[in-house]
C-alpha cells in the first residue's frame, strides 16, 4: 500500500517545527516496521507569505511511503498519537495541527490546493469542497482545521522546480541553550565550492551565518543546495560542535520563485503574491530609504515597495517615470487602505532615455555661450562673439543601471524567493539516490542495507 502523509500547524511560538516532527514520524514507522520503501524524499513546502493565518515560516511537509501493512489503521494511529505528543511537548494548539492521509496517486488531484494556497487565500469552505470531492480518499486523522490548508497544499505541490534542504536537528537536552553551529568561515568555505552546490549558508554582504535559525525550535543547521547526495556530503565535511538528535533531506520549493506568477494589476488583490510588469509612473524615495513606486500595466496603476532590507533599493531608486519593469513579491493592504505590493525581485525591462541640453561652446574663445533672444541664436559673454546658426549641445546621460534582472542577498531573501546566488541557474529537480534521506538510511526503507 502506497501513501502519503501531509503534516502542518504542529509547531508553536514556544517552539517546535514542523520538519521536525515529520522526522520523528519516519523514525518512529520505520523502527515499528511500518516502512517498507520511501517513494521520493520528504517535502518542505513553503506558502503563501502573504496569508494572516500561518505558521513560522509558513512551511508544510509531506511524505510517501510504501507500507508493509496492509491496513491503514496502524499508521493513522502511530501518525495522531505522534503529533497529539508533539504538539503537547511543545506547548501548541491541536486545533490548528492537521495531518492528512491519502493514497500515494491522488495527490496530482490535490495540485490545485498547493497553487491556490502558494499564491493567494484559501477559505476553508474552499478547501471543505475539495474534500468533499475526493470522498474518502482523504483521512485527517485530527479533524477539519486551518492547517489541513498547509498539509493538503504539501501533498499537491508540482515538484517543478526545486532545491534541497539538509535539515540537523539538536539533541533535546540542547534546546534552548545557544547553538553551536559550524563558524561562517566553514560555512563561507562550503558555498565557494563547487564540489558541494549548496547556497545561502552565509551572507557575504553582512558576512553573518544563514544556515542557523534563531528562537526555541530544534533545528540546529539548515544547509541548502541542488544536489541531495552532495548535501549529504557538504554535513560530513562540516564540524557540528554540539550533539545531535538526527538529521533529514527535504525536497524543496525554497529559493524557487514559483510563487511569482504574472497577473494583471487589478488581480493583485491583499493577500495574493505575484508579478507585475508595467511602465513607471513615480519614484519616491522615503525618510529611511524605502523606496516607492507607482506602475501601470495599460489597466490600473499599484503601489510597490521597495524595502532597503532587501538590497534593492539600490536599483530601484535609480528609476524614472517612463521605465518598464517586472515587480515580483506579495501584496499587503496598509494602513491608508491601498494595496501595496511588497518587492521581492526587480526586473528592469526597458530604460528611459535621459539627455542633457546645453548651450553650445564659442568657436572663438571656448567659453559656454548664452541665449541671445527668442530666435537670435548665441552669443557668448567672455569675448562677445555672436551667432545664429549654432546648434544646442545634447548628450545622453547615464542611468547607472542596466536591464535586468536584480535579487536580494542571501540575508534578506525570503524562503520563496530566489536569491542572488541562484540567478539565472536551473532549478530542475534532482532525483538524487535517496539511500540518505536521514540518519536512518541504513535501515532497509529504500531497498539499501
Request: hydrophobic share 40%; with cysteine.
Given at each position: 500500500?502506497?501513501?502519503s502523509?501531509?503534516?502542518?500547524?504542529?509547531?508553536?511560538?514556544?517552539g517546535?517545527?514542523?520538519?521536525?516532527?515529520?522526522?520523528?514520524?519516519?523514525?518512529?514507522?520505520?523502527?515499528?516496521?511500518?516502512?517498507?520503501?520511501l517513494l521520493?524524499?520528504?517535502?518542505?513546502?513553503?506558502l503563501?507569505?502573504?496569508?494572516?493565518?500561518?505558521?513560522?515560516?509558513?512551511g508544510?511537509?509531506?511524505?510517501?511511503?510504501?507500507?508493509?501493512?496492509?491496513?491503514?489503521?496502524p499508521?493513522?494511529?502511530?501518525?495522531?498519537?505522534?503529533?497529539?505528543?508533539?504538539?503537547?511537548?511543545?506547548?501548541?494548539?491541536?486545533?490548528?495541527?492537521?495531518?492528512?492521509?491519502?493514497?500515494y496517486?491522488?495527490?496530482?488531484?490535490?495540485?490545485?490546493?498547493?497553487?491556490?494556497?502558494?499564491?493567494?487565500?484559501?477559505h476553508?469552505d474552499?478547501?471543505?469542497?475539495?474534500?468533499?470531492?475526493?470522498?474518502?480518499?482523504?483521512?485527517?486523522?485530527?479533524?477539519?482545521?486551518?492547517?489541513?490548508?498547509?498539509?493538503?497544499?504539501?501533498?499537491?505541490?508540482?515538484?517543478?522546480v526545486?532545491?534541497?534542504?539538509?535539515?540537523?536537528?539538536?539533541?533535546?537536552?540542547?534546546?534552548?541553550?545557544?547553538?553551536?553551529?559550524?563558524?561562517?568561515g566553514a560555512?563561507?568555505?562550503?558555498?565557494?565550492?563547487?564540489?558541494?552546490?549548496?547556497?545561502?549558508?552565509?551572507?557575504?554582504?553582512?558576512?553573518?551565518?544563514?544556515?542557523?535559525?534563531?528562537?526555541?525550535?530544534?533545528?540546529?543547521?539548515?544547509?541548502?543546495?541542488?544536489?541531495?547526495?552532495?548535501?549529504?556530503?557538504?554535513?560530513?565535511?562540516?564540524?557540528?560542535?554540539?550533539?545531535?538528535?538526527?538529521?533529514?533531506v527535504?525536497k524543496?520549493?525554497?529559493?524557487?520563485?514559483?510563487?511569482?506568477?504574472?497577473?494583471?494589476?487589478?488581480?493583485?488583490?491583499?493577500?495574493?503574491?505575484?508579478?507585475?510588469a508595467?511602465?513607471?509612473?513615480?519614484?519616491a524615495?522615503?525618510?529611511?530609504?524605502?523606496?516607492?513606486?507607482?506602475?501601470?500595466?495599460g489597466?490600473?496603476?499599484?503601489?510597490?515597495?521597495v524595502?532597503?532590507?532587501?538590497?534593492?533599493?539600490?536599483?530601484?531608486r535609480?528609476?524614472v517615470?517612463?521605465?518598464?519593469?517586472?515587480l515580483?513579491g506579495?501584496?499587503?493592504?496598509?494602513?491608508?487602505?491601498?494595496?501595496?505590493?511588497?518587492?521581492?525581485?526587480?526586473?528592469?525591462?526597458?530604460?528611459?532615455?535621459?539627455?542633457?541640453?546645453?548651450?553650445?561652446?564659442?568657436?572663438?574663445?571656448?567659453?559656454?555661450?548664452?541665449?541671445?533672444?527668442?530666435?537670435?541664436?548665441?552669443?557668448?559673454?567672455?569675448?562677445g562673439?555672436?551667432?545664429?546658426?549654432?546648434?544646442?549641445?545634447?548628450?545622453?546621460?547615464?542611468?547607472?543601471?542596466d536591464v535586468?534582472?536584480?535579487?536580494?542577498?542571501?540575508?534578506?531573501?525570503?524562503?520563496l524567493?530566489?536569491?542572488?546566488p541562484?540567478?539565472?541557474l536551473?532549478?530542475?529537480?534532482?532525483?538524487?539516490?535517496?539511500?540518505?534521506?536521514s540518519?536512518?538510511y541504513?535501515?532497509?526503507?529504500?531497498?539499501v542495507?
Amino acid at each position: 500500500m502506497k501513501v502519503s502523509i501531509g503534516i502542518d500547524g504542529v509547531d508553536s511560538q514556544h517552539g517546535g517545527c514542523t520538519t521536525h516532527a515529520l522526522y520523528r514520524l519516519f523514525k518512529r514507522l520505520v523502527e515499528k516496521g511500518y516502512v517498507r520503501s520511501l517513494l521520493d524524499y520528504p517535502y518542505l513546502v513553503r506558502l503563501n507569505p502573504a496569508v494572516p493565518r500561518k505558521t513560522r515560516g509558513n512551511g508544510a511537509v509531506a511524505i510517501g511511503v510504501e507500507l508493509a501493512v496492509d491496513r491503514l489503521d496502524p499508521l493513522v494511529e502511530e501518525l495522531s498519537g505522534l503529533l497529539v505528543e508533539y504538539v503537547a511537548q511543545v506547548r501548541g494548539d491541536l486545533s490548528k495541527a492537521c495531518a492528512a492521509v491519502v493514497p500515494y496517486g491522488l495527490t496530482e488531484r490535490l495540485r490545485e490546493v498547493y497553487t491556490k494556497a502558494l499564491t493567494d487565500f484559501v477559505h476553508l469552505d474552499y478547501l471543505g469542497s475539495i474534500i468533499k470531492s475526493l470522498g474518502d480518499s482523504v483521512v485527517l486523522p485530527l479533524g477539519m482545521n486551518w492547517g489541513c490548508v498547509g498539509a493538503l497544499a504539501a501533498l499537491g505541490w508540482s515538484r517543478s522546480v526545486c532545491t534541497y534542504e539538509l535539515l540537523v536537528y539538536r539533541d533535546p537536552s540542547y534546546v534552548g541553550s545557544p547553538r553551536r553551529a559550524p563558524d561562517v568561515g566553514a560555512l563561507a568555505e562550503l558555498d565557494s565550492s563547487r564540489e558541494y552546490e549548496t547556497f545561502c549558508s552565509y551572507d557575504p554582504e553582512s558576512g553573518r551565518i544563514t544556515a542557523t535559525p534563531g528562537g526555541p525550535d530544534p533545528v540546529l543547521l539548515g544547509i541548502r543546495g541542488l544536489d541531495p547526495d552532495k548535501l549529504v556530503e557538504a554535513l560530513r565535511v562540516l564540524a557540528i560542535p554540539e550533539p545531535i538528535e538526527g538529521w533529514m533531506v527535504f525536497k524543496t520549493n525554497q529559493a524557487s520563485g514559483e510563487h511569482m506568477i504574472p497577473r494583471a494589476s487589478l488581480e493583485l488583490k491583499p493577500l495574493r503574491t505575484g508579478c507585475l510588469a508595467g511602465v513607471v509612473r513615480e519614484v519616491a524615495v522615503r525618510p529611511g530609504g524605502d523606496v516607492v513606486l507607482s506602475v501601470s500595466d495599460g489597466l490600473g496603476e499599484l503601489r510597490a515597495a521597495v524595502f532597503k532590507e532587501t538590497g534593492l533599493t539600490r536599483y530601484a531608486r535609480l528609476l524614472v517615470a517612463g521605465d518598464v519593469v517586472r515587480l515580483c513579491g506579495s501584496v499587503k493592504l496598509w494602513d491608508d487602505d491601498r494595496p501595496t505590493l511588497h518587492v521581492e525581485l526587480l526586473e528592469v525591462v526597458d530604460l528611459e532615455e535621459r539627455y542633457l541640453r546645453r548651450n553650445p561652446r564659442c568657436p572663438k574663445c571656448g567659453s559656454r555661450m548664452e541665449s541671445a533672444g527668442r530666435g537670435k541664436g548665441y552669443r557668448c559673454p567672455k569675448c562677445g562673439f555672436r551667432a545664429a546658426d549654432l546648434r544646442p549641445e545634447v548628450s545622453r546621460l547615464p542611468r547607472g543601471i542596466d536591464v535586468g534582472v536584480y535579487l536580494p542577498g542571501c540575508g534578506s531573501v525570503k524562503h520563496l524567493g530566489i536569491p542572488m546566488p541562484l540567478s539565472g541557474l536551473d532549478l530542475g529537480c534532482r532525483e538524487g539516490s535517496l539511500r540518505a534521506v536521514s540518519d536512518f538510511y541504513r535501515i532497509d526503507v529504500v531497498g539499501v542495507v
